[in-house]
């Protein structure tokens, strides 16, 4: 079984922190995602990662950054955390696919609250 | 602007009877289509996906519609059962893109007794 797994389940930082966000996955997979997840607006990407070092902005990738050192391990980072950035975090990894014809299996989640 | 659109919010359906979700799309670059099933405080599960050469796909109790010249996907669960409350989420992607996801913004679904 694919396995994606994020360090939290929940956090709760203060405004202004740095918060690391990590994420592994057990299956090789080339492509990770991180992925942020607000009521009625459904799932939208932040940033994707395709290969080790090798990163790209999503749709909305403003006050994030990430850092992909080892193919199994993607990290989001909130440079400076803000009340806008309280959210459910779901990374996701997938396999390779020149075509796009992929799933993408995600993690549990992490609940961030920035107070 | 969403390129996927889930215009109904919520669907209550009654155990054993068919719950049909729908799903819209704009950018017709797009060729793959899933579907997700997702619990609270969970990640989202695959359920099943569909490619555009294909106009239905079918696993167990879920079949996926697709309408290509509509630009309009659905699906459908028989017989719904209480397990299936969840929110679901329709995603697509296209070819080259890495297997970024597009995603609308969710149905939750909830089967009633």
């Known amino acids: 079984d694919v396995k994606v797994t994020q360090s939290s389940r929940y956090l709760v930082k203060r405004t202004g922190e740095k918060v690391f966000l990590e994420c592994v996955q057990d299956m090789d997979h080339e492509n990770m995602f991180w992925y942020r997840q607000d009521p009625g607006l459904g799932l939208r990407l932040i940033y994707f990662?395709?290969?080790?070092?090798?990163?790209e902005k999503g749709d909305i990738p403003e006050g994030y950054s990430v850092s992909r050192e080892k193919k199994e391990r993607f990290s989001l980072i909130l440079e400076s955390a803000s009340t806008n950035q309280t959210s459910m975090y779901l990374c996701a990894s997938s396999s390779a696919s020149g075509q796009g014809m992929t799933e993408a299996f995600f993690g549990q989640g992490t609940r961030l609250t920035v107070v | 602007d969403q390129q996927v659109k889930q215009n109904s919010p919520s669907l209550s359906v009654q155990e054993g009877r068919i719950s049909i979700l729908n799903c819209d799309y704009t950018n017709s670059m797009f060729d793959y289509f899933l579907w997700y099933k997702k619990y609270p405080a969970e990640g989202p599960t695959f359920l099943i996906s569909?490619?555009?050469?294909?106009d239905k796909n079918e696993d167990g109790r879920f079949t996926v519609f697709l309408n290509k010249s509509a630009k309009h996907l659905s699906l459908h669960i028989v017989p719904s059962q209480p397990g299936d409350s969840a929110v679901y989420f329709c995603?697509?992607?296209?070819?080259?893109?890495?297997?970024?996801?597009?995603f609308g913004a969710g149905t939750q679904v909830v089967v009633t007794p």
């Open positions: 995603a697509a992607s296209g070819m080259n893109s890495w297997g970024k996801l597009q």
């Open positions: 990662s395709y290969d080790v070092k090798m990163k």
């Open positions: 569909i490619s555009s050469i294909k």
